[in-house]
């Protein structure tokens, strides 16, 4: 079956650092990749995601790439804020088995400080 | 953007009792709706997709009668979790198919905090 693969947290940085939460994962086919980030107190939001093999999402500066030959999609930030504490979650949506579900890893929380 | 609430936010109940969450899609209308539970530490896991006007999908290992899911309009499904144990006690987030525009993605709730004493 699908499953996602996530470092364990929590990560702490310092305010300007570079970010990676890496993310590796199983499935049959050609999944959609995403990555969720959700803020204390929060539902889940949608940050990113890339269909096919070689994309790269990106949105408030955060970017992830589709390794198909790594089975990655790693998500990165060159400057982190205090405003990026979270908890990040990296997901895919099989092609097979019901195409709309959603497979999550463990999530990684990131704390950023001053 | 698409809204998806939930209510309560928290709740704590007795052993043996029977508590209702609401999932509501506030500006659209979701034929799908999903819940999930999520334990600390611990990914999300699927639970059942719920399905307007027919009958919800579980997801292996749920129980279809401790957990009553009913879709009964395109913008609310609620989750009953019935003769709740302390076992039960979680994190539950629901989240809605927004199918405008073609774009197929879910939105989904901030979470229902139960605590079953």
């Known amino acids: 079956g699908n499953s996602v693969t996530q470092m364990e947290g929590p990560v702490t940085l310092s305010e300007e650092a570079f970010l990676t939460i890496n993310c590796t994962y199983t499935a049959t086919g050609y999944p959609s990749l995403f990555w969720y980030v959700q803020y204390p107190g929060e539902g889940l939001q949608l940050l990113l995601k890339a269909t096919k093999a070689d994309d790269k999402g990106s949105n408030k500066g955060f970017e992830a790439t589709y390794r198909k030959e790594t089975t990655s999609f790693h998500l990165e930030k060159g400057s982190v804020q205090v405003s990026d504490s979270a908890v990040y979650f990296c997901?895919?949506?099989?092609?097979?088995?019901?195409?709309?579900?959603?497979?999550f890893g463990t999530g990684t929380q990131l704390k950023v400080e001053l | 953007g698409a809204v998806v609430s939930q209510h309560p936010s928290r709740v704590i109940c007795k052993s043996g009792t029977s508590v209702k969450i609401e999932c509501r899609s506030l500006?659209?209308?979701?034929?799908?709706m999903f819940w999930y539970r999520q334990f600390p530490k611990q990914s999300l896991m699927l639970m059942a997709t719920?399905?307007?006007?027919?009958?919800?999908?579980?997801e292996q290992g749920v129980e279809k009668d401790k957990f009553l899911i009913n879709h009964a309009s395109l913008t609310l499904s609620t989750l009953t979790v019935t003769s709740a144990h302390p076992e039960d006690s979680s994190f539950y987030i629901c989240?809605?198919?927004?199918?405008?525009?073609?774009?197929?993605?879910?939105?989904f709730g901030p979470g229902t905090r139960l605590t079953v004493l």
């Open positions: 989240s809605a198919r927004d199918l405008r525009g073609g774009i197929n993605e879910q939105f």
């Open positions: 719920s399905n307007e006007g027919s009958k919800a999908t579980y």
């Open positions: 500006d659209f209308q979701a034929t799908t």
């Open positions: 997901a895919l949506k099989g092609v097979t088995g019901g195409g709309n579900k959603l497979t």
